[in-house]
């Protein structure tokens, strides 16, 4: 298969989706790689690596019409809509549920879409979003570190326990990998930190790995406020349902928070958990509602770009090599996990979340992959 690796355009957006070392792997495996030229520079990777690798570095038009499968990193910008394609394999985070206008063009164009977002394991969780997620919440919890400085705007507090100084409290809503990131930086600073979940078991998980100051609370209207009302930063790490209409924190409780105290929304789902969210840039980070900094960058983990592309690459090759290796097609019909990532097959969309949330007509995964 021919495969084309393009340089993200998004605002900031530095990660590649294939280092060097995962270019080598497609073509040792017999497949054509075209590597736009810079796409690695943003993560400190050169043309001159790529080639080593084994890549054909070309300009934007050449990958894009040269390849079978794009394999990137963000979403489709409009910039790029010129280039799909029917049958064109589109392998990246494409969080469709989000992008009402990309998701049209995906399915006009008649593209393959896979998300990374989407694809399971065997445990139900997601191996492409994890690694992300690990550092979204330890660049979350650094963006607190930062914007909390007097300098930055902040209200001039070092979140770390200091002699003769209360000690801060951090809540973190959700113990999943974006919980647990900021948990680990946050406690280790020795700050009070309190962390919510609704699954006794994640919780218990969480403990286990996470130093005595971590208190760990169950996730329930009464608790949250508590939290909401005591914490200088409230970071939150869960995702959440697009179709939901109802929030874990209201605009009215943040009228509740300290004075000075922030919101570090690393889900940053629009209008989310927390109601008061909007997406925001690594240009222009933080914004104000009630009072409160909120600090909802999107793509946090590209402040991070050479440890977030390698860890992106190191877990999405193996699926990029199935698809490449046998074909799109049975790729998808031999494996299940990979099939949840199917976003949309020949302009029929395919994710439920999508469908509901922009009534939209859905076509079942598991009804494609019979036509195979």
Known sequence: ???????????NEYRVAAVPAGVAELVKNGHKVYVEHDAGSGSGFTDKEYEEAGAVIADCDIVWNKSEMIYKVKEILPEEYKYLREGQVIFTYIHSNAHLEMTKELLKSKVIGIAYEDVTNEDGKFPLLS???ELAGKGGFLAALH???????????????????NTPVITIIGCGHSGLGAAEIASNLGNNVKMLDVSKEVMDDAKAKLPANVEFLYSNRANLLKCIKESDVLINCILWNKTRKDHLVYKDDLKLMKKGAMIIDVACDDNGAIETCRSTTHADPVYYEEGIMHYCVDNIPSAFSRTASIGLS???LPYALQMAGKGCEKALKEN?????????????????????????ELTPQEEIIQQF
């Open 147 to 165: 914007y909390g400085q007097t300098i930055n705007g902040g209200n001039g507090i070092l979140f770390n326990r200091i002699s003769g100084v």
């Open 131 to 133: 690694p992300m997620s």
């Open 314 to 316: 190191n877990s999405t």
């Open 336 to 360: 299940k996990l990979l099939l949840k990532g199917l976003t949309c097959y020949r302009g029929k969309l395919t994710l439920e979340e999508t469908a509901v949330k922009h009534n939209l």
């Open 1 to 11: 298969m021919i495969v084309g690796v393009p340089k993200e355009i998004k605002n």
